[in-house]
């Protein structure tokens, strides 16, 4: 069985400052990693995963994860955040297993509010 | 390419009646997936179907939840006789037949159902 543990329930931050968006696992097997974001009245959608090779990750927008298996993290972080970055972000780990790795395991969310 | 679609967003039902929630996958994809998150949670797995087949219906409670993904329309998660614990937001996904294990599942917005 795996578990997710995102310390941080809220994270306020003013436009352009960096950010860093805590994720934490447990897992008796490897695993795969994703980060979901959720905007207002929206479904999650991917930001970005780990599945293997580079241990650090990009999305699109400009964050990124470094995945740390001494440490079993997963962090998310951003140099400088916009208004527009505003929205709950999930944590989430599958079991890298044919057979099961479809099943998700979130941590509870992270509400990112960016602040003028 | 329309998303995940998801009806109703809001749902209220009163103790004892039947709640059905409904999911249409985004097109080309044969695989939903059925998620519950409860306050102060994060998403938990409940079942996992392909048209006209459950392949996973472990994070199902026993009793009262049924799933089915049926040739034609969309996906119904139904709960019977709902009970105020049942209150929570139920998410549904899809994706394309997995290959490698590095599909990613793509979230509808999601349904609230409150038991009164």
């Known amino acids: 069985a795996q578990s997710v543990t995102q310390l941080d329930s809220q994270v306020p931050v003013f436009e352009e400052a960096p950010v860093e968006l805590r994720c934490n696992y447990s897992?008796?097997?490897?695993?795969?990693l994703f980060w979901y974001v959720q905007y207002p009245n929206q479904g999650l959608q991917l930001l970005l995963k780990?599945?293997?090779?580079?241990?650090l990750v990009e999305s699109i927008n400009g964050f990124e994860a470094e995945f740390n298996k001494s440490q079993t993290s997963f962090h998310l972080r951003k140099p400088s955040v916009h208004i527009s970055d505003t929205a709950e972000y999930f944590c989430?780990?599958?079991?890298?297993?044919?057979?099961?790795?479809?099943?998700?395991?979130f941590g509870k969310g992270t509400l990112l509010t960016v602040n003028p | 390419n329309a998303g995940v679609m998801q009806n109703p967003r809001h749902l209220v039902r009163r103790r004892g009646q039947e709640a059905r929630l409904r999911c249409s996958p985004m097109k080309g994809h044969s695989h939903v997936y059925w998620y519950r998150q409860l306050p102060e949670e994060g998403l938990k797995f409940m079942v996992y179907l392909q048209k006209e087949n459950i392949i996973d219906e472990s994070g199902m409670p026993k009793e009262r939840f049924s799933a089915e993904f049926p040739k034609e329309g969309p996906s119904i998660l139904r709960i019977q006789q709902v009970v105020r614990g049942d209150s929570a937001a139920y998410f549904c996904a899809s994706s394309p037949p997995l290959r490698a294990s590095t599909d990613t599942q793509y979230f509808g917005p999601g349904t609230r159902l409150t038991v009164l």
């Open positions: 989430a780990v599958s079991d890298h297993r044919r057979g099961s790795n479809y099943k998700l395991t």
């Open positions: 780990y599945l293997s090779g580079s241990t």
């Open positions: 897992s008796s097997v490897s695993v795969y």
